[in-house]
């Protein structure tokens, strides 16, 4: 009995292992990888959508953040296949306040395919630096932003809201 579950565990484990290095030599993981390499680009508008949602509906201190979002730039920060970015803030913008560290921002969303990822906004002496996307499945794979819509507080063990059609 106890072999079958080592054995199991195995076997799932070489599956994620085979999965893992096949992205890795796949086109468009290197796709990602040159984006990397260009210069900051303004915010699509699902992106700036996000992010101002997430520092609208958050506490006093992520709403001093917001004056930033208008003049933002970002480039991918990542080449698991997740879609976040490194922001680039205006050195005119103001600061906003942040007493709770780095991440201003933990919640978790579905992506319009069902797939659950988890959100977080990092800020580094007053200015938002990234917005991080990842699959609370561990899988790397590429995936899409989530719906506002499904955005909730991360609680672990919980599942998001649902989405809304």
Not at 29 to 53: C, F, G, K, V
Not at 116 to 131: P, S, W
Not at 151 to 158: A, C, I, M, T, W
């Amino acid at each position: 009995m106890q072999f079958g579950k080592l054995l199991n565990a195995y076997k799932t484990k070489w599956r994620v292992a085979r999965k893992d290095r096949a992205w890795e030599r796949s086109t468009r993981r290197r796709e990602i990888d040159a984006e990397r390499d260009l210069p900051p680009r303004p915010l699509t508008s699902h992106e700036r959508e996000l992010l101002y949602w997430t520092l609208e509906h958050g506490s006093e201190e992520t709403k001093s953040f917001l004056p930033q979002v208008a003049s933002i730039q970002a480039i991918r920060s990542c080449t698991c296949g997740c879609p976040s970015i490194q922001l680039y803030v205006t050195e005119a913008a103001p600061l906003g306040i942040s007493h709770s560290g780095r991440v201003i921002v933990d919640l978790v969303g579905k992506t319009p395919n069902g797939e659950l990822v988890g959100v977080l906004v990092f800020q580094d002496a007053g200015k938002l630096r990234e917005l991080e996307f990842y699959l609370l499945d561990g899988e790397e794979k590429e995936f899409g932003l989530p719906t506002i819509a499904s955005l909730s507080p991360f609680e672990s063990g919980k599942s998001p809201a649902p989405t809304h059609p």
